[in-house]
């Protein structure tokens, strides 16, 4: 599978606000990518930017070295699986499949060897005289995929495509959109707004904020190493811990942290993630006392707000214990994941 380089691509539609600014991304062969971002940050603009549905204003794209920038959709080998599916209800779904085969000239037994091949991946090969409207949401978006990977794309293309469906089945398809690509060393890049999607499922992601990205990575650099305060936030819950520099040293209700960062930018605030924080004897190395003021119990773990000198904050306790509001309690975090990062948003 190709290797993607996107260099720097921006994007106007109106001429004034540049929705995608000198874009730069490199997608390893085989490697599930993901954008993550808010509403209206540029990522369905980039997808339909590299299917060659939207033309960029500057830049350009290469699948394995070759510049595919001016190619038509049709010849790029890119294919693009989307949200609402976009499946043809009057066709049947082998029909619905062979659709970009067909329109590549591919006739007769290849063509059905090929479509009954990506309805094998996704498991529906039984329902390929089936229509469209008779099928679940979970069975469209399935088929949507087939259509896709039928093609045998260079870039499999996926515009938040599990958002249609409720959480149960959406969990299953995490599983099986990772089993396919894996199975096929599929290069993709994947766009969502869904914080669980992308950690769950992505080799390397990107956070993506008004046109530029913000911050790449691994999941787990991206969580516990945030760029920003922005960043800190969209991949999970957080506390905040304001305080001030002296002499090198944060000083914060939390405790003293050296002043290091490794993104310095304005003013600098402390995080430190609810999990990170745990309950901890009287006279502990490192404990500082905290008063628990609020409870909200979620079975497998139970958030409690606390209070220390003055900021509040939140514990993410897993198996939970019984404790009493009000209760002076003793807690501890390992210096390492509390960061200094940028407050900038
Ligand atoms: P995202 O996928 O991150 O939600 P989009 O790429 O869809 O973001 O949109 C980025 C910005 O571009 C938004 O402000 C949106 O309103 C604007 N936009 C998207 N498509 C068009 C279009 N066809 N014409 C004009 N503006 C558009």
């Known amino acids: 599978m190709a290797k993607v380089v996107i260099s720097n691509i921006s994007k106007s539609y109106d001429g004034k606000t540049r929705v995608l600014k000198d874009f730069n991304l490199e997608i390893a062969s085989g490697e599930m990518f993901f954008l993550l971002g808010p509403s209206g940050c540029g990522k369905s603009t980039l997808l339909r930017i590299l299917a060659g549905l939207v033309e960029q204003d500057s830049g350009s794209i290469s699948f394995d070295d070759v510049d595919i920038t001016d190619l038509l959709p049709e010849k790029r080998r890119a294919a693009m699986v989307f949200q609402n599916y976009a499946l043809w209800p009057h066709l049947d779904v082998f029909e619905n499949v062979a659709f970009g085969l067909r329109n590549a000239n591919v006739k007769g ?21 089936r229509k469209v409207p008779s099928l679940s949401g979970g069975q469209q978006q399935r088929i949507a995929l087939a259509r896709a990977l039928a093609v045998e794309p260079s870039l499999l293309l996926l515009d938040e495509p599990l958002s249609n469906l409720d959480a149960r089945l959406r969990d299953a398809m995490r599983n099986e959109i ?16 869904d914080r669980q999607e992308a950690l769950s499922m992505a080799d390397r992601l990107a956070v993506l904020k008004d046109g530029s990205i913000r911050q790449m990575g691994t999941p787990e650099e991206l969580y516990d190493f945030p760029a920003d305060r922005f960043c800190a936030e969209f991949l999970g819950d957080v506390n905040i811990i304001p305080g001030r520099e002296e002499n090198g040293v944060f000083v914060s209700p939390l405790g003293n942290f050296k002043y290091t960062c490794k993104y310095p930018e304005g003013k600098l605030c402390g995080l430190i993630r609810p999990e990170r924080i745990r309950f901890a004897a009287d ?26 000198n003055g900021v509040e904050f939140c514990i993410r306790e897993s198996a939970p214990r019984s404790r009493k509001l009000n209760e002076e309690v003793s807690l501890k975090f390992d210096e390492g994941y509390f960061q200094l990062v940028p407050e900038r948003d």
């Open 109 to 129: 037994a290849e063509l059905k060897e090929k479509v009954m091949e990506a309805l094998e991946l996704v498991r529906l090969a039984d329902l390929a005289k």
């Open 178 to 193: 990772s089993r396919i690509c894996a199975k096929r060393n599929q290069t993709a890049l994947y766009v969502t707004h």
């Open 283 to 308: 006279g502990d190395e490192g404990a500082f006392k905290a008063r628990l003021t609020g409870r909200t119990f979620l079975g497998e773990s139970c958030d409690w707000k606390a209070e220390a």
